[in-house]
């Protein structure tokens, strides 16, 4: 079969493409990313002190937001965006006008491949999300679709369609992406291991989602891509991609889409502080062993045919289910309905989203 | 983590492990495996005319068993093995009396990995089947247990021990297992992808089990690792390893055991002619449109804790639902049973496979 996302094909992206990079610094990384990034629009969440000058280098095409453009912007909405954490990426998210969207953090760099050749992340992504996801029966040769693979023997030819692809998934090569306690035992490990695959990750299987190198459809999936309630004011911190990944899979499998991980990898320059991220974490550490039965035992009506309404839905079933584990979910699930009534407000005539449940999306 | 599967660990383990051959023809693909097959016992099950002599290369330690041999030890029940198909491999693992069986076709041979080095494919399946498997939840560094890998962040603590492994299913460079209809759409395609991965295969979900290099834990899966009736007689053909991949992952799922694929790869030097393999798959391709279903919808009674037990019973399944399809599953479903009565037969008094439902194995 042949690959849709072909240079060419990614080359005229450009008009559909932002890049949204939340960050409390200079972004001084973006001139490795210059040959990658040239061309595309960047929204920038700028986090923290909004008096402070965030130094973008010369040449990028971009909009800086800052807190108090969140809070002009949202109004009495505003607090649904997280503050002193990278959860505010979502502000960007929301603001897009774009059909896809390319997230990185200010800590990741471009990485090469095993043969030495600077590894283009966003091309990678686009290609991901413009070729099928195969969530109903795995492929033991990954992607199917990838130039020199194909489905194997035993493959249900009725599968092999595939289905449209909400999110693709990146990783890293240097420091890998651990939790305080594996940092805290492992403070040297590095990952230098290139696994050359990008898969679909199965219906039913949930994944730890993290935001430093992601991508998705924010037609099909960004009202789910909402980082929730993290950081200041919040009794937890550095689970606002996993909580997004968590309902992103949910919902995804509810309508019919798929998840991809794998290719491409960044290179991510510097492990965050062990002790610091203990503190943050560790709330979420235990709340979690709750949080992942939940998740996989959501069931979400037919009548839940938009990932909008899906959410919606997710977040009543939040507070049903979670309210009781922690006062927080309340907050969480409240947040979650303001989410998309910013999203309904800022996005009133965007391209509906309209997926067919378990089954191939319009 | 330290991974239990090291160097010195394989080594002892020749007292636990035959290698099962099904074949038609000499075995001197043997002597590209001899640093590697050296020492330890094969099973060697010939296919086809008994009166065929098939000559294995000097300083093999090794049984041979032929036709008649099958009929000889089975008697009446000699039936359940295939005959005129490599599903007669079966008879290897009901034979074995050691832990680990890895079997593996006379047309593959040893590959090598990107650096140049020979890959020792039975040490890789070895370690796949000595660390445990992570079927719950999905890890995106792909195997935890590797060295130079662990659990990424939002990981859930609780699923990190993991579980038993049932299965290590290995990939092959050069010929890849297309069917019948891919080979003749693509007949110059070649494999040539390394990916340096292993990764259990998750709860829930289906895949194509290729029977070419592939290693088992007899103790705690080997009654399911039935290859069915195939070729001779019968109305269908290359289907025999699906078959028991299918059955092998519902029973795994529900024991609590974890199915891993990815590495060790090995060299598939020859396809099999497409017209002939159509011929054999033909009914295959399209009853797996209802097969796929019946073995996602399997489920097994709390009742059934080891690998026999849940075998009866799946016979049972296949019977009632799998019948109308077709009168040959009802002759499927009487032949999984005598393959039963022959393995407790011949392993009487054998390791209790008892495995806890959807928890840890004992």
């Known amino acids: 079969m042949s690959s849709p996302g072909s240079a060419a094909a990614t080359a005229i992206l450009k008009e559909e493409v932002d890049i949204v990079i939340p960050t409390i610094r200079n972004l001084d990384f973006l001139d490795m990313w210059r040959p ?9 969440v700028q986090d923290g002190d909004p008096s ?26 505003a607090h649904c965006i997280s503050f002193k954490d990278s ?41 991901n999300l413009l070729s099928p996801s195969t969530p109903f029966f795995f492929n033991t040769l990954y992607d199917p679709y990838r130039e020199g693979a194909d489905f194997v023997r035993g493959y249900p030819f009725s599968l092999r369609e595939g289905v449209p692809t909400a999110a693709s998934h990146g990783l890293w090569l240097n420091i890998p992406d651990y939790d305080a306690p594996t940092q805290l035992v492992k403070p040297l490990e590095r990952n230098n291991r290139y696994v050359d695959a990008v898969m679909t990750i199965p219906k039913g299987t949930l994944f730890p989602m993290c935001g430093m190198n992601l991508a998705f459809n924010r037609e099909l999936i960004g009202p789910a891509m909402y980082f929730g309630l993290m950081g200041d004011g919040q009794p937890i911190g550095r689970y ?43 709330k979420g550490i235990y709340w979690q062993e709750e949080l992942i039965p939940f998740f996989q035992s959501v069931s979400l009506p037919k009548e839940c045919t938009t990932a909008q309404k899906c959410y919606i839905e997710l977040s009543k079933q939040v507070k049903a289910k979670l309210g009781k584990v922690d006062e927080y979910f309340n907050k969480l699930a409240d947040a979650m309905v303001t989410w998309i009534e910013a999203w309904d407000e800022l996005n009133p005539s965007g391209p509906k989203s309209e997926a067919l449940p378990n089954g191939s999306a319009k």
Chains 1, 2 share one sequence.
């Open 36 to 44: 990658f990034f040239e061309g595309y629009h960047l929204i920038i």
């Open 52 to 77: 402070k000058v965030i130094k973008v280098p010369e040449g990028f095409d971009y909009e800086l937001y800052n807190r108090n453009d969140i809070n002009r912007v949202l109004g009495p909405k």
């Open 87 to 127: 959860a505010c990426r979502c502000f960007g998210f929301l603001l897009s006008k774009k059909k896809y969207i390319f997230t990185i953090d200010d800590d990741c760099f471009v990485a090469k491949d095993p043969s030495g050749k600077e590894i283009n992340a966003l091309e990678q992504h686009l290609k």
């Open 240 to 282: 606002d991609d996993m909580w997004a990944g968590w309902c992103v899979k949910v919902i995804s499998d509810h309508l019919g889409l798929g998840v991809k991980t794998g290719l491409p990898y960044i290179w991510h320059s510097k492990a965050s502080n062990p002790f610091v991220n203990l503190k943050k974490e560790y």
